[in-house]
């Protein structure tokens, strides 16, 4: 009795350093994050008109982060500085004769054109981005600024001084949006994903077709034309590969496809009924996949063009979903049902060591690699009914997981973002599946799309 | 100057209009008028005759098929000069029959004519379409391989999470065999698919597995029964070709089967 109240809280104990581990992760600055004021930009002439889409963008990356809180916009002061040059001094407050014995002078306000008028309540901003837009020469230039505020004068107070340029619409906007974005994240320890795309299956064209979207959701765009089944994309390191599965053949069979430009590569399937769940190894130079050559289903590895194909694991049962080890390179997670209901396991990269990873309890899939190749992140039904799956993070070592949905609609595959700090999954939560992005403690759930039935989200380079 | 002109003007189109009526032929004289009618009282009106009367004109039968034939009958009583009946068939005695063959729906005028008069009658032979003759007998059969696997080879269900063919489905598979096997003498060149569903829950990945695995069982078991291998292929659709969507387990039963399939 007393060992079992020793295990319960050492693994609870275990269990509290993983969540504060993910925590830290996520906000690295302890749970103090700056407070950021982000006021709407202007821009002049033409580019006024695509500031509308330029504000979204920056405000939603800098959010999103996670590492910063940013100010609600209703706290913001009335004149907003567009370049350093706007800050003016309030002249001082003198006191005036007939003010009463021991009332506070009333700080020096300058209606947003000061720096305390932006740290100072109600904003209680640490920085303050700022900037304009122009067009120039036929392109977008973005004028950026962060100030941080504790420094005093307007002299001394720039964080980040910078030029962008994009072209002069929407996209362009967009795009010195995010720049903008990036560096203010990277001041504060994070990463942008900005760059980053995430694949995904999408049924609105009437058959599931490939597509591939930007972090944010947006320039979704379609990549395979097979009017068929195609699933399961999975891009390469790289970014500039992507390998799927699909029908267009007859049987489930694996692709391998460029990205840009779109151009099938031409994988060599070995003969079987299903040749599927194809993913890439670290170094982008192999492919691990599940197939039923033989019988139903193993996992195998190959070339990238199919060639050189031999299977890892020996055949028990259904063996799908392999995903190598990003850091190490040296293992593999999987899902397999050799112990009954699905769970997910582990095996060196030759087979050996296979370990169930999830308890036996319910049914679990879909691990994904956290890109430190410490945890996963899965689907399981654990505490619900068959078919209920919701989102889990696992330190791998130790076994620990936490839950980061709580059954709002069928909760599915989790991909890391390439920061680690964020995760899209799909969830049927609103009526049909949609792919979602959100913070790695289950916070800051975002919508990424709207049309059709969306699934299967991979996020890569 | 506009007096003048109008008085030009006026003066050719009255010069025109009698050089018009110079051409025209002369007209004939105006015919005499009518005598007047003559006064005869010293003699009485004669009675009015009576007209003919019909006292029969019917058809036998009154419906027929298109290529049949009807009887036409008719008997005229009274003082009767003539008697004619319409569609062609013209002057007749007084009391006939004569036979039609209509192609289409047709009524027959008969018109009785004597010194007081004339009678009609009518008679209406309608037509309907004889049924289409039976086509030739068919040299192949004529039912596809798809209604054939659709009248003959039922699916057969799975339990949750499992592929190994269930007690009733084996009764099923064993019926199947026959049904296939005869299906396969009767299409030399097919072969079929034996298609693995899966219902919603498991992962999508596994579900691509496991309907393999239950596509595979089902092959082989039909294989034992002496149904060749070569002429069966597998398809797993795991759960990506669902018969139903709804999320209870009567739906979910439903998508856990083997179908069968045409081959290419």
Request: a neutral charge; hydrophobic letters at 35%; aromatic letters at 8%.
């Amino acid at each position: 009795m007393k060992k079992l109240v020793c295990v319960a809280i050492a693994s609870a104990g275990v269990l509290l350093v993983m969540r504060a581990q993910i925590r830290e992760e996520i906000d690295k600055s302890g749970g103090n994050r700056p407070t950021i004021a982000i006021p709407d930009l202007r821009g002049s002439g033409e580019a006024q008109g695509f500031m509308g889409a330029f504000n979204d963008t920056l405000r939603a990356d800098v959010t999103s982060s996670g590492m910063v809180k940013v100010a609600p916009k209703t706290s913001y002061p009335l004149s907003i500085p567009q370049q350093p040059s706007d800050f003016i001094q309030p002249p001082p407050v003198v006191e005036t004769p007939r003010g009463r014995k021991g009332q506070t002078p009333q700080p020096a306000n300058g209606g947003g054109r000061w720096m305390s008028d932006w740290s100072g309540p109600p904003v209680l901003a640490n920085y303050l981005a700022f900037g304009y837009t122009a067009p120039q020469n036929g392109v977008l230039v973005l004028y950026g600024w962060l100030f941080d505020l504790s420094r005093g004068t307007p002299a001394n107070a720039s964080a980040l001084n910078k030029r962008y340029i994009g072209s002069l619409d929407e996209a362009g906007a967009r795009k010195v949006a995010h720049e903008f974005a990036a560096d203010i994240v990277a001041l504060f320890g994070g990463q942008s994903l900005f760059g980053t795309h995430i694949y995904f299956t999408s049924d609105r064209t009437g058959h599931k077709e490939i597509w591939v979207m930007d972090s944010d959701g947006k320039n979704q765009r379609q990549i395979t034309h097979f009017n068929s089944i195609s699933i399961e994309s999975s891009p390469s390191p790289d970014g500039a590969k992507i390998a799927f599965t699909s029908y267009a053949r007859g049987n489930p069979g694996i692709f391998v496809f460029s990205v840009d430009p779109v151009r099938d590569l031409r994988f060599y399937n070995q003969g079987a009924s299903v040749n599927s769940s194809a993913s890439f190894t670290p170094d982008g130079k192999q492919i691990v996949y599940s197939s039923s050559a033989g019988r139903c289903c193993r996992i195998f590895i190959a070339n990238l063009d199919g060639t050189g194909f031999r299977p890892i694991s020996s055949l028990s049962s259904i063996d799908t979903e392999p995903k190598v080890n990003p850091k190490t390179g040296n293992e593999i997670v999987f899902t397999s049902g050799r112990s009954g209901p699905q769970q997910v396991y582990r095996m060196n990269m030759d087979g050996a060591d296979i370990e169930r990873l999830s308890d036996g309890t319910g049914e679990a899939g879909n691990p994904s690699w956290h890109p430190d190749g410490q945890k996963i992140a899965y689907a399981w039904t654990r505490g619900f009914a068959a078919g209920a799956w919701n989102i889990f993070i696992m330190d791998v070592a130790s076994r620990q997981y936490i839950q980061l949905t709580h059954a709002e609609g069928k909760n599915e595959h989790p991909t890391w973002a390439p920061d680690g700090r964020h995760l899209a999954f799909s969830s049927t939560r609103a009526g049909r599946n949609q792919v979602y992005s959100m913070l790695a403690d289950g916070t800051q759930v975002q919508p990424l799309t709207t049309q059709g039935n969306n699934e299967r989200p991979f996020w890569g380079k | 100057m506009f007096n003048k002109r109008k008085i030009t003007v006026l003066g050719i189109a009255l010069w025109l209009a009698m050089f018009a009526a110079g051409c025209k032929k002369k007209a004939p004289p105006p015919p005499p008028p009518p005598p007047p009618a003559p006064v005869d009282t010293a003699k009485p009106a004669p009675a009015p005759r009576p007209a003919p009367v019909v006292s029969q004109f019917t058809a036998e039968p009154t419906s027929i098929q298109r290529g049949q034939s009807s009887t036409l009958r008719w008997e005229i009583t009274g003082d009767v000069s003539s008697v004619s009946i319409d569609q062609t068939i013209g002057a007749v005695q007084n009391t006939g029959n004569r036979r039609v063959f209509p192609s289409d729906s047709t009524t027959y005028t008969l018109t009785a004519t004597g010194p007081g008069g004339s009678t009609t009658a009518t008679a209406t032979v309608s037509v309907t379409s004889p049924p289409p003759p039976p086509p030739p007998v068919a040299p192949t059969p004529t039912v596809t391989l798809e209604q054939r696997l659709g009248s003959d080879v039922q699916d057969i269900y799975y339990d949750y999470d499992k592929s190994d063919v269930r007690g009733d489905a084996r009764d099923v598979l064993t019926r199947d065999a026959n049904a296939i096997k005869g299906i396969l003498s009767d299409f030399p060149n097919a072969s079929i698919v034996v298609e693995g569903h899966c219902d919603e829950r498991g992962s999508a990945e596994y579900n691509l597995g496991l309907g393999d695995r239950r596509a595979s069982s089902a092959k082989d078991f039909l294989v034992q029964l002496g149904v060749p291998a070569d002429r069966l292929k597998t398809i797993s659709y795991g759960k990506e070709h669902p018969q139903c969507t709804e999320s209870n387990e009567s739906c979910w039963q439903r998508n856990r089967r083997a179908h069968f399939s045409p081959g290419q």
